[in-house]
């Protein structure tokens, strides 16, 4: 059975730093595409950054240079760091894992939550001005 456990979320003033992290079980985070989403309320789930298992990335306009996705294959971890935070990114912050054994050429798409087969409980980031 596949878990995705997040954690890292909090409560942070514009301009701080958080890392949210998605321990996975029952599944290999390195043989798959896996990124993470956010749903800020009134909003749409938005997909905020992938990797592949090449380690081929792709960051939504709005978090590029801000938001890094990173996995450590031994710890079966996935991460995300998020440094220089806005109010904007306030939102419930999603892990998602795909059946996909996706390698993008060049930068990946941007991602849609109907690929991704598994999802998190959702961790809450919030950022005051």
């Known amino acids: 059975q596949v878990q995705l456990v997040e954690s890292g979320g909090g409560s942070v003033q514009a301009g701080g730093s958080l890392r949210l992290s998605c321990a996975a079980s029952?599944?290999?985070?390195?043989?798959?595409?896996v990124g993470w989403f956010r749903q800020a309320p009134g909003k749409e789930r938005e997909g905020v950054a992938t990797?592949?298992?090449?380690?081929?990335?792709y960051y939504a306009d709005s978090v590029k240079g801000r938001l890094t996705i990173s996995r450590d294959n031994a710890k079966n971890t996935l991460y995300l760091q998020m440094d220089s935070l806005k109010p904007e990114d306030t939102a419930v912050y999603y892990c998602?894992?795909?059946?996909?054994?996706?390698?993008?050429?060049?930068?990946?798409?941007?991602?849609?939550?109907?690929?991704?087969?598994?999802w998190g409980q959702g961790t809450q980031v919030t950022v005051s001005s």
């Open positions: 998602a894992a795909s059946g996909l054994r996706r390698v993008c050429t060049g930068v990946c798409p941007a991602p849609r939550s109907t690929e991704f087969d598994y």
């Open positions: 029952g599944y290999i985070l390195s043989r798959y595409y």
């Open positions: 990797i592949d298992i090449r380690r081929g990335t």
